[in-house]
């Protein structure tokens, strides 16, 4: 059915009159209920992105679990706290993107648990770095002397 006084059919919107709003142009926001949502799973999945990623960068050279006459001498973990600190760096690129989604909640979210695990694997890494220095300056690798053999040995 048409309007007699105008060529368009007469199912599409008109818009007439000095009240009527335009239609909306832009993207929409997501609803609140689905940020809200949205950020709780993708917090469960940082949680385990970052554990994993500190468990993906131990460098174990013949380090084994639950191993109690082990000395655990040959763990080196700085690594992994350059792995922890990737995965902060993707969390917050997936603040970038959810923003772009619209997703305030979620990307605000996303910002602060990224901010707190590159906190995390930079304070790691200093804590580390320091442990290493102390290591190397202990007594532990120092040279005894062997009285039947006359000569200095590691002990």
Sequence with gaps: MTDPASPRPSGLPQFRGGDVLPPRTGR??????????????????????AVAAFLLGIDYS????????????????????????????????????LYLLRAVVS??????????????????AQIDEDRGARADTSVSGHLGYSAELGDPTPR
Excluded: E
Aim: aromatic share 6%; charged share 10%; hydrophobic share 60%.
């Design 62 to 97: 013949g380090w084994k679990p639950f191993d109690p006459g082990a000395d655990n001498s040959d763990i080196a973990l700085t690594p992994n706290w350059l792995y922890v600190g990737i995965a902060g760096g993707v969390i917050l690129l997936t603040a970038a993107l």
């Design 107 to 124: 990307a605000c979210l996303q910002v602060l648990v990224g901010i707190v695990v590159l906190i995390i694997a930079i304070g790691g």
């Design 28 to 49: 929409r926001w997501l609803p609140l209920a689905g940020d809200i949502a949205l950020a709780a799973g993708l917090l469960v999945l940082d949680g385990i992105g």
